[in-house]
């Protein structure tokens, strides 16, 4: 079965460094999404991808964090410079378009997540 | 008024019991109510999920009951096993949009 994959699986790195997790979506999927979830709490959305651009984004995703989808397969998340509160699990998934090219129910694939953690 | 509520924050079932999760909204743009179980060191994956026009799906042992009018829903594992101790999130869609609004989370554990 198709899954999203992401690297690494922890990242450390040092508060004001740069760090890029990656992400390869399921293979057919055209839509494209960062979470993060900070330890022991719920789930948030930081941004979707589609066409080659940012289709939303959240209040969370400011001008430190940036995505990118530099080849056919890898979809990246940049966040310039790191700060102790970003730590957390950051999610990628993926979607398909629905049927009809609406919504629908469009089912989100998540990986398994890249553990961020910020010193 | 984008906040999905969810309760209770943990749940401890025995083998073979009913385990019910329920969550509230108050955005009535909400248009599609996905639950989500999530196992240690995994991402969430999608149990089931429905939309507003229904009030109710059922998968297997796993069903959502959805109250358009209380605006609240709820996922009811039936004969409830160790193998589906996990958090469980429950999360909505605004209409035309894609972004998930999740719930706070509930850790589920069925004892044998």
């Known amino acids: 079965e198709p899954e999203v994959t992401q690297t690494p699986s922890h990242q450390v790195t040092q508060m004001g460094q740069e760090v890029i997790l990656r992400c390869v979506p399921i293979?057919?999927?055209?839509?494209f999404y960062w979470y993060r979830q900070i330890l022991g709490q719920k789930v948030e959305f930081l941004v979707s991808f589609y066409n080659n651009e940012i289709s939303e984004k959240s209040e969370i995703f400011d001008d430190q964090f940036s995505v990118e989808r530099p080849d056919g397969s890898n979809f990246t998340l940049k966040i310039r410079s790191t700060k102790l509160e970003d730590s957390a699990m950051y999610f990628c998934?993926?979607?398909?378009?629905?049927?009809?090219?609406?919504?629908?129910?469009?089912?989100?694939?998540f990986g398994p997540g890249t553990r961020l953690t910020v010193l | 008024q984008q906040q999905v509520k969810q309760s209770p924050q943990s749940l401890i079932v025995q083998k073979g019991g009913i385990s019910i999760i329920n969550c509230a909204y108050e955005?009535?743009?909400?248009?599609?109510f996905p639950w989500y179980q999530q196992f240690p060191g995994k991402g969430p994956a999608l149990l089931i999920a429905?939309?507003?026009?229904?009030s109710e799906k059922k998968e297997g042992r796993f069903t959502i009951s959805f109250n358009k009018s209380a605006k609240q829903f709820s996922l009811h594992i039936m004969d409830s096993q160790p193998g589906d101790s996990a958090t469980y999130f429950c999360a909505a869609r605004n209409t035309g949009r894609r972004a998930l609004t999740f719930g706070s989370g509930t850790r589920l554990q069925v004892q044998p």
């Open positions: 293979s057919n999927h055209l839509y």
């Open positions: 955005n009535t743009a909400f248009d599609y």
């Open positions: 998934a993926s979607s398909e378009p629905a049927a009809g090219g609406s919504i629908g129910i469009d089912t989100q694939y």
């Open positions: 429905i939309r507003p026009d229904v």
